[in-house]
């Protein structure tokens, strides 16, 4: 025995010397043939190793790694000086292959439910698009599907198959929250200390992130992005300081909606507006408190009057800019109503729409030829209808309102008081950005694409977490 175990001691020793030695060669001849563009590689090429193998223990790595990239891509891009198109879809399906290995046949019938069946049809509806007769291009289909239905289809799914537990809801919340907070103070330090190189060369290719002189913050995303991602955060965290939560806590998670909601108005962004009256509005409705419905509407309908009636703090530029997206006369909202007339006009004899990227930035790159590519939607809602007309926009819209719907079912129906308020706060988080989609392209840029998807993907996972906690009573 003791011989067997001196062999198999020197044979791992013979293997680690025989691979120290392939490195040593194989760097040498990189560096040799590449330069020091060599050694980066051949350490870039054992790290993605090295993730790999946790990955395919792990496929909750894939997630994890999925959210960091979705709010700091802008961030890693501006440190290697861009980021390859198709990272993001090759993240997410090696993690989809990993879970494939890693899950058991039970595991996988959580995905099994009218959320990722309707999520389906939406993505056949959108490959079927590629037929449309109005004939936009091949290249702009294959742009547009990946955020419009493909990361949903990709996003959703693993939400229901990696976020079982309690302990995995607070951990993506938890995540979300200091990756929203870091975004924050980004766009604080924009503000405040001014931009770097490579944000001013951003700043460069899109003036209107500058307007009579002041800057619409960005942070790693656009101004539209970023403030209704804070707006969003935002009332994440104010519902969740309702919460029943120790106070220390409570008191932290209020000074983090502060900063949120700070960084929602150097934005510039008007549209953000509308986060925060259907967010605050789900959330009140969903709290079930007679009291806190009165009182909430009246709070948020002097808020409103106050925007609207008087010129309180209009001194500040940021409410100034806050304030004009409840003025009917804007210049820039009435360009947007003319805009849909256009639209409007256009599609009436085409039911299914112009095709995939046949508008907004894809259809100014591959279908300028079209006659919508012209037109700004400046709307995410004007978009799909656009592209898929009448049919699949109300398809789409009637999807979500019912997915909404649900979820607030399900809130309703939590027995525990703690993951009732988490799932109130992500539910009015995402239905907020739903609707601030009306004014905007939000839901179909990262990282709101992600938010919004795994948020409606973990409240739907809410009664399986609510039995958790009640099993755990008991065995307790």
């Known amino acids: 025995m003791h011989l067997l175990n001196s062999l198999s001691s020197l044979n791992k020793q013979i293997t680690f010397v025989l ?32 993730y790999l193998i946790f990955l395919f223990k792990n496929p909750r ?88 239905a493909l990361y949903p289809l990709l996003i959703i799914p693993l939400g229901f198959l990696m976020v079982k537990t309690n302990k995995n809801l607070n951990q993506v919340l938890i995540l979300f929250l200091v990756l929203a907070l870091i975004a924050c103070f980004n766009g ?36 539209a992005q970023f403030g209704s991602l804070q707006a969003q955060f935002a009332i994440i965290a104010i519902v969740l300081a309702f919460g029943k939560f120790k106070l220390w806590k409570r008191i932290v998670l209020l000074a983090i909606a502060c900063f949120f909601l700070y960084g929602m108005l150097i934005s510039g962004t008007r549209g953000v507006i509308i986060v925060i009256v259907v967010g605050a509005f789900t959330a009140i409705v969903l709290s079930k408190s007679y009291k806190i419905l009165i009182a909430g509407t009246v709070f948020m309908l002097i808020v409103l009057a106050g925007l609207k009636f008087t010129h309180i703090g209009s001194g500040n530029y940021e409410i100034y800019r806050l304030r004009s997206a409840l003025n009917p006369e804007d210049a820039s909202l009435n360009v947007r109503f003319s805009n849909q007339e256009l639209y409007g006009e256009y599609l009436k004899s085409r039911p299914f729409g112009g095709g995939l990227g046949v508008t907004g930035f894809f259809g100014h790159k591959y279908n300028s ?19 898929y007309g009448i049919v699949g926009f109300v398809f789409w819209f009637c999807m979500y309102l019912y997915i909404i719907g649900k979820g607030c079912g399900i809130v309703w129906n939590i027995r525990d008081d703690k993951l009732r308020f988490k799932l109130i706060a992500l539910l009015s988080g995402a239905t907020g950005a739903f609707f601030c989609s009306y004014g905007n392209e939000i839901m179909n840029i990262m990282p709101s694409l992600l938010v919004v998807s795994l948020s409606l993907a973990m409240v739907y996972q809410g009664t399986l977490l609510d039995k958790e906690i009640e099993v755990n009573k008991i065995s307790n």
């Open 19 to 50: 691979f120290a030695l392939f490195v040593s060669v194989l760097t040498s001849i990189l560096t040799f043939k590449m330069d020091i563009a060599g050694p980066i590689l051949l350490v870039f090429t054992f790290v993605v190793v090295i």
């Open 61 to 148: 790595l894939g997630l994890i790694t999925a959210i960091f990239y979705s709010f700091l891509s802008g961030f890693i891009g501006g440190l290697i000086g861009g980021v390859p198109s198709g990272v993001f879809e090759a993240l997410l399906i090696v993690t989809w292959c990993s879970a494939i290995f890693a899950y058991s046949g039970d595991e996988w019938k959580s995905i099994k439910n009218d959320f990722s069946i309707l999520i389906f049809i939406w993505f056949v509806i959108s490959l079927l698009q590629v037929a449309n007769p109005e004939g936009a291009s091949l290249e702009g289909w294959m742009a547009e599907i990946r955020t419009v």
């Open 188 to 223: 604080i330090k924009q503000q405040h200390l001014g931009l770097n190189a490579n944000e001013q060369a951003y700043l460069a290719e899109n003036p209107t992130h500058e307007i009579w002189g002041k800057l619409r913050v960005f942070s790693f995303y656009d101004a």
């Open 369 to 387: 030829d079209k006659y919508l590519s012209t037109i700004e939607p400046d709307s995410f809602w004007v978009k799909i209808w656009a592209m």
